[in-house]
């Protein structure tokens, strides 16, 4: 058999080594691993001297605004935007317009986004009052999971009361899919914010005493009990607080399907870098204190924590430098720096990069069902690959980034470590730091994912099953 491509003198990574090998590609997956003298014969043949080859990162958090903001970012822009990072798969959030919340505007948006991507993709569902009924027609239609704001953020979409969540979870849970949750709650924040205003307070931090941890740990603790009695599958979303991590480690002892992502500004920045970029670093949820960043680091190595995102949130510098923090556009680009300033993390020796392979592609791989297909460079799976030099030094500059935002905390950053070459499915995508003609090569993953059986709890109590009962003419108390 001659494969496509041959990829040599490689390091090729995965969660547990690192072994030099070579890689053989067929049809967009890998067809042999192993010792150069073992490969077939190839129609191409690269070089990768020098190079450690990951497969590549799967962000499960990103905004691309299409439709809606083309101002901001769009499926070509934010796609190439991840190619240049090492980005092979992206979720997209369904804060567009209009929101992503029936079948008729998700199939539209897989439109345009096959249309312009060059990366894999996958889109939420929104989870809100209104969209309760449209699940099942989402579900049909390939939402690759569902996205619940539980706080006001950028979209203005309204935070479901927790009575809405539990019919939500409950007509999630034996769908199988996992809800991801912007898990801030809303009455807290929107009281404070309105003392704040009404007080005449406006400056940056203004906006972090809005937001205490204490709505993280009440968000993630009550997500976590209706996730616990329904059996909901959900993932919280940018971790920012050392707080949360409580409800969040006694849920995952509890045996609650619960996962997490933290960003890499939660690791790698704190209130001592709001002078240096104000408004700029505006995000929800806030970068906080210092003192919040080891335990988040810790959390992410021992496993509480079980992957990096960025919450790609693209905003113009008009949007972001505007006076009164309370209309400044929160969130910033982030799909292409996340690999750089984590391999750069490597290099200093907070993690392997068997570690970094775990919380950026294994892990998310295999909880968002797409694993061994994704997440993984074994015969079979998707050649989705990063190739990066470890030895190479960088200064992030946010004029020079492929996303329309250009404008970031990064700026002016130096790193040591960059991806230099990314493949999706076997093809070049970005090479040697240039953009391929690779326009639509992107496709949605909901096709390959799956998910575990859900384990549907307490059923009986459902909306569902109560309404169910009441119209079959029964009354009896349920036992
Ligand atoms: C995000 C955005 O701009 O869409 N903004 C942000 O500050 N994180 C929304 C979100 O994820 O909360
Ligand atoms: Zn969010």
Redesign the pocket.
């Known amino acids: 058999m001659t494969a496509d491509l041959v990829i040599h003198n490689g390091k090729v990574v995965s969660p547990d080594t690192v072994i030099d090998a070579s890689i053989a590609i067929k049809d967009g997956r890998v067809l042999a691993i192993g010792a150069a003298a073992a490969m077939p014969q190839a129609i191409e043949i690269f070089d990768a001297k020098g190079l450690h080859i990951l497969p590549g990162a799967i962000d499960v ?1 990103v ?1 691309f605004r299409d439709p809606g903001y083309p101002h901001k970012e769009d499926w070509e822009s934010g796609t190439a935007a991840a190619a240049f990072g090492g980005v092979t798969t992206v979720f997209d ?1 369904p ?1 567009t317009i209009p929101p992503t919340g029936t079948a008729d505007i998700l199939a539209e948006k897989h439109k345009i986004a096959a249309s312009k991507a060059h990366v894999d993709f996958g889109l939420y569902g929104l989870l809100g009052d209104d969209t309760i009924e449209a699940v099942p027609a989402l579900v049909a239609g390939g939402v690759i999971g569902f996205k619940c704001y539980m706080g006001n ?3 203005k979409i309204p935070s479901p009361s927790t009575g809405a969540m539990l019919e939500a979870f409950e007509v999630v849970a034996p769908t199988g899919k996992r809800i991801s949750l ?1 898990a801030e709650t809303n009455d807290i924040m929107e009281r404070r914010q309105k003392r704040l205003m009404a007080a005449g307070i406006h400056d940056q931090f203004a906006h972090l005493a809005a937001r205490p941890p204490v709505v993280a740990v009440e968000a993630v603790s009550r997500a976590a009990i209706l996730a616990e009695w329904t059996g909901a599958r959900i993932h919280i ?2 971790i920012s607080s050392a707080d949360e991590l409580r409800p969040l480690r006694e849920a995952k002892a509890r045996g609650v399907d619960i996962t997490g992502e933290t960003c890499p500004h939660y690791l790698l920045l704190s209130t001592e870098d709001y002078d240096r970029v104000p408004g700029v670093i505006a ?2 949820p806030p970068v906080r204190e210092a003192r919040n960043q080891a335990p988040i680091w810790a959390a992410l190595l021992d496993g509480s924590i079980d992957m990096i995102a960025t ?1 790609h ?1 693209p ?1 113009t510098p008009e949007e972001k430098t505007r006076n009164d923090i309370w209309t400044v ?3 910033f680009p982030g799909v292409e720096t996340q690999m750089p300033l984590m391999l750069n993390e490597v290099n200093a020796g907070r993690m392997s990069i068997c570690d970094y392979v775990r919380m950026s592609s294994y892990n998310p791989a295999r909880i968002w069902g797409l694993f061994p297909r994704k997440g993984s460079l074994q015969p079979g799976a998707d050649a989705d690959i990063a190739m990066v030099d470890l030895g190479r030094d960088h200064v992030i500059r946010d004029a020079e980034i492929q996303s329309r935002s250009k404008i970031s905390p990064w700026d002016g950053c130096k790193i040591k470590g960059l991806p230099v070459h990314t493949l999706v499915r076997g093809r070049f995508v970005m090479k040697d730091r240039v953009l391929a003609n690779t326009k639509g090569w992107g496709r949605s993953v909901h096709t390959i994912q799956k998910m575990p059986s859900p384990d549907v709890r307490n059923a009986e109590h459902s909306m569902h099953a109560i309404t169910a009962q009441r119209s079959a003419g029964r009354r009896e108390k349920i036992a």
Do not use: R
């Open positions: 958090h905004h959030m804060n953020t950028f979209g912007h979303l940018h995000v929800n919450d949130a905003h556009d929160c969130g």
